[in-house]
């Protein structure tokens, strides 16, 4: 891998922004294979040589892996001339890693959104061969029944001409207005509240639970962020080679 700035590999990896990276070096606390490192733009080979800052190893990360808390308002996009985007809730240093949104939330419902630099893991997420779930809480107008579930279990046909693949829809509350999670394994253009309004009950909000094997952190305020963790990375990846969960059995005679 290509030689890089000392304050930028520290700076990948979430924990210290690069001013802070720059102060950390100034204080000598950051060692580059045992040495002191005495300029920020000393460069180094992220993979190989060990750094560690505090007297802690630092881990690389080549990519960098975000979960949002998307509030309304904001578009699922990188940029946008007339309005504010899901980047503009990142700091300036993220900003700069070149992330964009995993897929799309419209600009009113609000929840889980993955942001990253990896190109290929977030395609793979979104191709509609790996049917990844995505739950999301719906609250519509109007009463909830047995008869619409089954309707998203056979799979809908919209009068547009969308033919949707079987879909979960678990009723919470039936009334007047009514609550569900609503599972989904492809992501069409407002597919949710699409399918809701065909069934005569309008979303009234939607709010993005779960994506494949990620919850949304129900520690993280609205409009907050925070890096995945490595066990979430790594369930990801598995999640992206389902293969690698298949664990060998003894053959049988
Ligand atoms: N379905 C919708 O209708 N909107 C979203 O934002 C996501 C799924």
Redesign the pocket.
Known sequence: MEKQRLDKIIASTGRWSRREAKELIRQGRVLVDGVPARSAEEKAEPESSEISVNGEALRYRRYTWVMLNKPAGYLSATEDGRGRTVLDLLPQDLRRQGLFPVG???KD?EGLLLLTNEGGLAHDLLSPRRHVD?V?YARVSGRLTEVDCAAFDAGLRLPDGLVCLPAGLEILSAGEESEAHVT?RE?KF?????MLAHLGKP?LY?E?VRMGPLALDGALPRGAFRFLTENELEELRRFDNPTKNIKSSPKTQ
Request: glycine share 6%; charged share 40%; no cysteine.
């Open positions: 799309r939330l419209d419902t995505k999301y989904l992501g407002h597919q949710v509240k699409r979303v939607l993005r």
